[in-house]
């Protein structure tokens, strides 16, 4: 089975912290995503990364920044945290040249 | 509205119902994902029909897609009080990496 883990189901952190997320996957997937989910907004992209090292943006990446050193870990970042960035956060991983994403249980951040 | 959207909302059924849920979609689409996520959890992969294929089945599950109309249903039949979910439709992106999520059908199932 594939599995995608999170570092943390629940995170409370105060504004202005540098908060890290994390999100491993054990099936060998090239390809590695970080959305954000909100009510009534569904899920959006913050970044993806297609291989080691590799960064791409999302739709959302402002405020974030990721980062991959292995192939199994992708970090989330928020360098300095604040009140609108309270949401679920959701990793996924995928094969390259296939299409299913398979998600990690979320972490959801509060930050006060 | 954003690539893939979901309609109703949210939907409450009795068990042993079926559900029907609704995505429209902007653009053209090489497939159509359809995702379940349970409360507070992550997204599950459902089924995903490609733009050449009109229906697919898997188990109690049958997807529809009209290109023509740039829509997708979701048939979920004799519904079970563990489907109580929300149900997201997914479309390709502007890139090949990138999915683009509607704001999902909340489907309560009551016992």
């Known amino acids: 089975d594939v599995k995608v883990t999170q570092s943390s189901r629940y995170l409370v952190k105060r504004t202005g912290e540098k908060v890290f997320l994390e999100c491993v996957q054990d099936?060998?997937?090239?390809?590695m995503f970080w959305y954000r989910q909100d009510p009534g907004l569904g899920l959006r992209l913050i970044y993806f990364?297609?291989?080691?090292?590799?960064?791409e943006k999302g739709d959302i990446p402002e405020g974030y920044s990721v980062s991959r050193e292995k192939k199994e870990r992708f970090s989330l970042i928020l360098e300095s945290a604040s009140t609108n960035q309270t949401s679920m956060y959701l990793c996924?991983?995928?094969?390259?040249?296939?299409?299913?994403?398979?998600f990690g249980p979320g972490t959801r951040l509060t930050v006060l | 509205s954003q690539q893939g959207e979901e309609d109703p909302q949210a939907l409450s059924i009795q068990e042993g119902e079926n559900a029907t849920m609704n995505c429209s979609y902007k653009?053209?689409?090489?497939?159509l994902q359809w995702y379940r996520q349970n409360s507070g959890r992550g997204l599950v992969h459902l089924i995903l029909?490609?733009?050449?294929?009109r229906e697919k089945h898997s188990g109690r599950l049958r997807v529809t897609l009209d290109t023509s109309k740039k829509s997708s249903s979701l048939l979920i039949t004799a519904s079970r009080a563990a489907d109580t979910a929300s149900y997201f439709c997914?479309?390709?992106?502007?890139?090949?990496?990138?999915?683009?999520f509607g704001s999902g059908t909340r489907l309560l199932v009551r016992p």
């Open positions: 653009t053209s689409i090489n497939n």
């Open positions: 029909i490609r733009s050449n294929e």
């Open positions: 099936m060998d997937h090239e390809n």
């Open positions: 997914a479309t390709r992106g502007d890139s090949s990496y990138k999915l683009i």
């Open positions: 996924a991983s995928k094969r390259e040249s296939y299409n299913e994403q398979f």
């Open positions: 990364s297609y291989d080691v090292k590799m960064k």
